[in-house]
């Protein structure tokens, strides 16, 4: 395939306009080149080319239990409203609600995300069939007695459902480990899974530091922070990523930058719930490698990584009364290349030859978009989900012009209605 003349983001976070030539899953030429014969070309007049975007914290099913909560804090959202429904889940539940939220996803410019959730062979089957790339680990502990018989997956349960699906589709699905969060998991059950996942080298995804009260309840429970209490367990051994961290002190992002802890900023999940306001530049001062996130569909309400980019700047020059403190630049950096690196894809995340196409591009010539002169402000600052042209993922194209070409989105939404029904 040929992307001729086509703006695009470079490495340098620059714009420039090249022909881009796609050869299977790759890049594989950047310049003035010529279409070979029977070759697919893309008129790339009037588009801007950027990298996939890398959502790192989602709970993809979660688009079931949409707009379900509104007005409640965290600690009381989970219990009253987000836990009894969840009680109710099924397999097809969870893989139509993973099919309905890929789908969100890549019309917004998204080919790669972090998964936690349950049933997750089911999330893994939604990844495979729609042509996403994903790292998904599975949830399933809580240390309330009360709460353990909805999700009490034992580790062997864990274990097989790595074996099960770490080679199943290794180019675009990774399995990673999972610890919900220090409230949710007994200190022995963080060792144990500290030690699956050593004995399988494979990432930890976890929620650390979330809102005032977790810290609280962790300082009486440890005598600790929860990042001091994670990385008194080992946990930081492995390569992690912890989404919000919204409440550190200056000991904890010492502890998260000496450790390569990249963390997945969630702004409007954390603005929902009334969190508090992730302070990146105090992150990125101190060396932490910062990310971005939607969190679950539920507690933000949408999958529109977009908006996330978009609102990540403006609440930080707000937070700071500085508008210099985050630009768009830095946006799309953590959103794309950092993003990847959590996910340990060091091949995505850069339009450059030699790394994987997973790609997608914005129609400048859209009323919100004009007059498109300056194209990476544009881009982080005007533009929203109907701008987006096409979604490519591995060369692979999976959305373009409104249409999804792997997923039946009008069946999966009728779905998704009916089995949502079912948990309330
Ligand atoms: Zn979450």
Excluded at 265 to 276: A, D, E, R, T, Y
Excluded at 283 to 301: F, K, P
Aim: hydrophobic share 40%.
């Amino acid at each position: 395939m040929l992307l001729s003349q086509i703006y695009y983001v470079t490495d340098q976070m620059d714009i420039a306009k090249a022909d881009i030539s796609i050869q299977n899953d790759t890049i594989a030429a950047i310049g003035c080149l010529c279409a070979a014969p029977g070759e697919e070309v893309i008129d790339g007049t009037g588009l801007l080319l950027l990298p996939g975007l890398c959502n790192t914290h989602c709970h993809v099913p979660m688009t079931l239990l949409r707009g379900q909560s509104d007005h409640l804090p965290l600690d009381q959202w989970l219990q009253s409203q987000i836990f009894p429904a969840e009680n109710h889940l099924t397999k097809e539940a969870v893989y139509y609600g993973a099919l309905l939220g890929i789908a969100e996803m890549l019309s917004c410019g998204v080919t790669s995300f972090d998964d936690m959730y349950y049933f997750s062979d089911a999330v893994c089957q939604a990844v495979v069939e729609s042509g996403i790339c994903a790292n998904v680990a599975m949830d399933g502990f809580a240390f309330d007695p009360a709460l353990q018989n909805r999700f009490s997956i034992s580790l062997e349960e864990l274990e097989d459902f790595y074996l099960r699906n770490h080679d199943r589709c290794p180019q675009r699905l990774t399995i990673d480990f999972c610890i919900h969060a220090e409230y949710t998991t007994t200190p022995e059950r963080c060792v144990a899974l500290i030690g699956l996942a050593k004995k399988y080298q494979a990432r930890v995804q976890l929620h650390l530091a979330e809102t005032a009260s977790e810290v609280e309840g962790c300082l009486l429970r440890h005598q600790k922070t929860p990042v001091r209490y994670f990385e008194s367990l080992g946990l930081f051994d492995l390569p992690v990523t912890a989404a919000h961290c919204v409440h550190l002190t200056d000991e904890d992002r010492s502890i998260l930058a000496k450790n390569r802890v990249f963390v997945s900023h969630c702004p409007s999940s954390n603005c929902k719930l009334g969190s508090g306001i992730a302070d990146l530049s105090a992150l990125r001062q101190a060396g932490v490698l910062v990310t971005l996130g939607t969190d679950g569909a539920s507690s933000n309400d949408s999958l529109n990584l977009l908006g996330d980019l978009r609102l990540s700047c403006l609440l930080q020059k707000a937070l700071h009364q500085d508008p210099t403190v985050f630009t768009a630049k830095d946006a799309l950096q953590m959103a794309t290349s950092t993003g990847f690196h959590a996910q340990g894809r060091m091949d995505s995340g850069v339009i450059q030859v030699g790394k994987r196409a997973d790609l997608f591009a914005l129609r400048l010539t859209d009323e919100n978009m004009a007059p498109a002169n300056q194209l990476l402000q544009t881009a982080v600052y005007a533009a929203n989900p109907k701008n987006v042209a096409f979604t490519m993922v591995h060369g692979q194209i999976l959305y373009r012009d409104g249409a999804f070409l792997t997923i039946d989105v009008p069946t999966v939404q009728q779905k998704v209605t009916e089995l949502a029904q079912q948990l309330f």
